[in-house]
């Protein structure tokens, strides 16, 4: 199917590894031009040059830290005054620390809400007005299943990402019909994320060892095994794209079949 975002000009935060990195592929396999971000130059660069080989637009990286404002308007900026325009945000950061409630302090939770909750507000107040200028913007919030389906040990991102799900549903009726916004809550990919997650839980000795934390993470999803991270860039390229013009306010599972809640 051809996504006809061809020289569409797309922003793809925290997108130098993981599910953003996918996302930021299947864009630019798809021949939009693609700006990525990470904190970490080198490895930045190294993910650009990646994408890169496989795609179709143009590939820019530029270094933020999403909890710095200013960062952050630079990040649009430089969409804009390399691509002429912005068609295309997707929001996403990395994930907060893995503990329980008892052993998280006021910090981590205000470094959570920043990182998770007000990266998105900034991305989405600095990009609007470019999105409103075009033919028809749209906007794919990635936030977690932790949203839907609360994930023992994960007291910040079960409890912080659900505002990104009521800003998303807010936006897609403030913004409608110039911008569409929805949002994805994937489940577990075979990304350095989950690599870390099951890590940390055998060094915390719920398991003997890494096969046994895998598996525990997959016995419970029908589909067998853990997502791949292409199938999900290539969901939200979807989103993002004029196919998916009726889909708007939406927050979309991906996980196999994981969650068990009926909504």
């Given at each position: 199917m051809d996504l006809?975002?061809?020289?569409?000009?797309?922003?793809?935060?925290?997108?130098?590894?993981?599910?953003?990195?996918?996302?930021?592929?299947?864009?630019?396999?798809?021949?939009?031009?693609?700006?990525?971000?990470?904190?970490?130059?080198?490895?930045?660069?190294?993910?650009?040059?990646?994408?890169r080989a496989v795609a179709e637009g143009e590939v820019v990286a530029q270094p933020a830290d999403l909890t710095v404002a200013e960062d952050v308007s630079a990040?649009?900026?430089?969409?804009?005054?390399?691509?002429?325009?912005l068609d295309h945000l997707v929001t996403n950061a990395g994930g907060p620390p893995s503990k329980p409630f008892k052993e998280t302090t006021d910090e981590e939770w205000y470094d959570a809400y920043?990182?998770?909750?007000?990266?998105?507000?900034?991305?989405?107040?600095e990009s609007v007005d470019h999105l409103e200028a075009?033919?028809?913007g749209s906007i794919v919030h990635s936030t977690s299943h932790s949203v839907k389906?609360?994930?023992?040990?994960?007291?910040?991102?079960?409890?912080v990402r659900m505002s990104v799900i009521g800003l998303e549903k807010t936006l897609s009726r403030e913004l409608a019909p110039d911008v569409r916004v929805n949002a994805v809550m994937p489940g577990a990919h075979k990304t350095d994320r989950?690599?870390?997650?099951?890590?940390?839980?055998?060094?915390q000795g719920e398991f003997e060892d890494y096969d046994e934390g895998y598996e525990s993470w997959t016995d419970e999803i029908p589909t067998g095994d853990l997502g791949s991270p292409e199938e999900f860039g290539n969901t939200i390229a979807f989103l993002l794209s004029e196919r998916a013009s009726f889909i708007n306010g939406?927050?979309?599972?991906?996980?196999?079949?994981?969650a068990r809640s009926n909504l």
């Amino acid at each position: 199917m051809d996504l006809e975002i061809d020289g569409n000009a797309a922003l793809v935060a925290a997108s130098s590894s993981g599910l953003g990195k996918a996302t930021a592929t299947a864009l630019a396999r798809e021949g939009a031009n693609v700006v990525v971000n990470g904190r970490d130059e080198e490895q930045l660069e190294a993910a650009a040059e990646d994408i890169r080989a496989v795609a179709e637009g143009e590939v820019v990286a530029q270094p933020a830290d999403l909890t710095v404002a200013e960062d952050v308007s630079a990040l649009v900026q430089r969409t804009v005054d390399e691509f002429g325009g912005l068609d295309h945000l997707v929001t996403n950061a990395g994930g907060p620390p893995s503990k329980p409630f008892k052993e998280t302090t006021d910090e981590e939770w205000y470094d959570a809400y920043d990182l998770l909750v007000m990266s998105v507000v900034r991305l989405v107040r600095e990009s609007v007005d470019h999105l409103e200028a075009g033919d028809g913007g749209s906007i794919v919030h990635s936030t977690s299943h932790s949203v839907k389906e609360a994930i023992d040990g994960l007291v910040l991102s079960n409890s912080v990402r659900m505002s990104v799900i009521g800003l998303e549903k807010t936006l897609s009726r403030e913004l409608a019909p110039d911008v569409r916004v929805n949002a994805v809550m994937p489940g577990a990919h075979k990304t350095d994320r989950m690599e870390y997650l099951i890590q940390n839980a055998v060094d915390q000795g719920e398991f003997e060892d890494y096969d046994e934390g895998y598996e525990s993470w997959t016995d419970e999803i029908p589909t067998g095994d853990l997502g791949s991270p292409e199938e999900f860039g290539n969901t939200i390229a979807f989103l993002l794209s004029e196919r998916a013009s009726f889909i708007n306010g939406e927050a979309v599972m991906i996980d196999g079949g994981d969650a068990r809640s009926n909504l």
